[in-house]
């Protein structure tokens, strides 16, 4: 594995140039145009790998609640699918997305390009990781023992924003692979996510009573106070261990002069297991029912906690393994973020999702990648699928 990565590092230029090129493209969840162009892109790289079928897959609108309260949905690109040798004895998946959380409007768009650390929107969470992806299949294709390995390469086209259409494609790759390999950005310690906390979204619409703030305050019904009242109790749940609430968003109300009739609190909640996750939805139910108002529960995108179960921890281990025999460290730590890992896992894949390319300040402005951690982040994969695999 060695003269795999001192092969890619003569590979340098070019590598960079294909992450740029995915990168350029604003690919923000709810720009489909853009999102297609980059599976576009990302088709081209794969079509020299010379897969079976190559498809490219429209998934259903995303739901999202309008800051009023109401129901509606966002349409999304289109998700990118190559498959190899569906019946090889050995069947894997590997996953990211195409998707970033910069829309077409924000303004940190360009790359910029500073010896091998590029700084720009996606070339770390996920597009550097859709190259290394590509680099692993195409050092598999080149050995003996890669021809018993059948792939499917899966890079979904709204992960940001909880892969609501995605999941059915999700749940179909985990059926029939054996094993999962995630592209997302690997931990800022150079190391991999184990275990990851599920995610619950909540909205609360709660309806008040409109009156004239002065002559007739006594016949309104504040929405804001009661919503006021169910976020204090929801974000007491903080004190629970393995759960953590967050109330992320507030609208509502108007004119000063009026009582206000209408307020929406969007939640985000993080548990540490199944029993977590039942626990926070019942605390919602209730909070909702024994409102002073009319309260409207709507829940979000959800992803199932992912636990280190003994096939992840198998996993895990040929990865440290792994990491040991090409002399580079790479940690394994627990984490609070959650991603299509959680979902494949929850199908029954077990997966190890973080192994795209050393970064940092992702979903943020100064988002940034090293071109020079693909050799070791191919090796470290090809290495790991070739112990599961033989
Ligand atoms: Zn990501």
Known sequence: MKDLASRLEARLDDLRDRIVALAEVNSGSFNPDGVARVGERLSDLVAELQPDSIETLGVDPTPVLSPDGQKTEETVGPCFRAIKRPDAPVRICLFGHLDTVFPSDHPFQDVK?????????????????????????RY???TQWGQNVGWEFLAVSEEEVGSYGSKKLLRDAALVADFGFGFEPALPSGGVAGARKGSVTGHLVVHGL????????????????ALSNLIVRLEALNAEPGVTVNCGRISGGGPLNVVPDLAVGSFNMRVETPADQSFVE????????ESELDVDLVWG???????????LQRMLDSLTESAEELGIDVPVEDTGGCC???????????????????????????????????????????????????
Do not use: Y
């Open 113 to 137: 390009v500073d010896g091998w650390r590029l700084n720009g929107p996606g070339v770390a969470d996920c597009k550097g990781g859709l190259v290394i992806a590509t680099e692993v299949l």
């Open 340 to 390: 299509d890992g959680n979902d494949l896992a929850a199908a029954g894949l077990p997966n190890v999702d973080s192994l795209g390319i050393r970064g940092g300040a992702i979903h943020s402005a100064n988002e940034f990648a090293f071109v020079d951690s693909v050799p070791e982040r191919v090796a470290l994969v090809t290495n790991m699928i070739a112990k599961v695999a033989q």
């Open 140 to 142: 598999l294709e080149s």
């Open 210 to 225: 409109a009156a004239h703030a002065g002559r007739a305050h006594h016949e309104g019904r504040s929405s804001i106070l």
């Open 282 to 289: 019942s605390q919602f139910t209730a909070a909702a029912s």
């Open 301 to 311: 995108s959800t992803r199932p906690p992912k636990v280190r179960t003994p096939e």
